[in-house]
């Protein structure tokens, strides 16, 4: 099983993949970020996301793609600009025809390291551990994505386990 995780951003939008192993042991693929020149025009900033990520998905195949959902509770305009490049990646995963999973920050933070309220370094820690690393991904972006992928196989795991 191999999960794009997706940290959703306009200036800097982290990427992930995250394959599970036959022996239930996770390695990390690739990860990075994607970014966009503030100078440049909002269309041409989602144009670029778009193709981006549309290019990772032709590039790995990935079975599938998870995504977080946003949180803002102070700037509304930060809000908004992130939500529209949030809304060109669904875009892009849908298009290829990938199963989208949307997970919440405190969900992402509780399946990677046990505790809904985790900091950011505590959460990178476990990502390190989880995937095997011998440090911390960077930049934060990038292991926020990881992070996002280990939840989705975690969840799919164990929704399949329910079904079976």
Do not use: C
Not at 79 to 106: D, H, S
């Amino acid at each position: 099983m191999l999960s794009l995780g997706i940290d959703p951003g306009l200036a800097t939008i982290g990427y992930g993949l995250v394959r599970e192993m036959q022996d239930g042991s996770l390695q990390a693929i690739t990860y990075g970020v994607i970014t966009t020149p503030p100078d440049l025009p909002l269309w041409e900033r989602l144009k670029t996301i778009y193709e981006q990520v549309t290019a990772l998905i032709e590039r790995y195949h990935p079975d599938h793609a998870a995504v977080e959902e946003l949180f803002f509770a102070r700037n509304v305009t930060t809000a908004i600009t992130v939500a529209q490049g949030r809304g060109v990646i669904l875009l892009a995963l849908a298009e290829t025809g990938l199963l989208i999973a949307e997970y919440k920050p405190n969900f992402i933070k509780q399946s990677v390291s046990g505790y809904g309220g985790a900091k950011k370094p505590q959460m990178q820690e476990m990502v390190r551990i989880l995937l095997g690393l011998e440090a911390v991904p960077r930049p934060d972006d990038a292991a926020d994505a990881l992070a996002i992928a280990i939840t989705d196989i975690h969840t799919r795991r164990f929704s399949h386990m329910l079904h079976e």
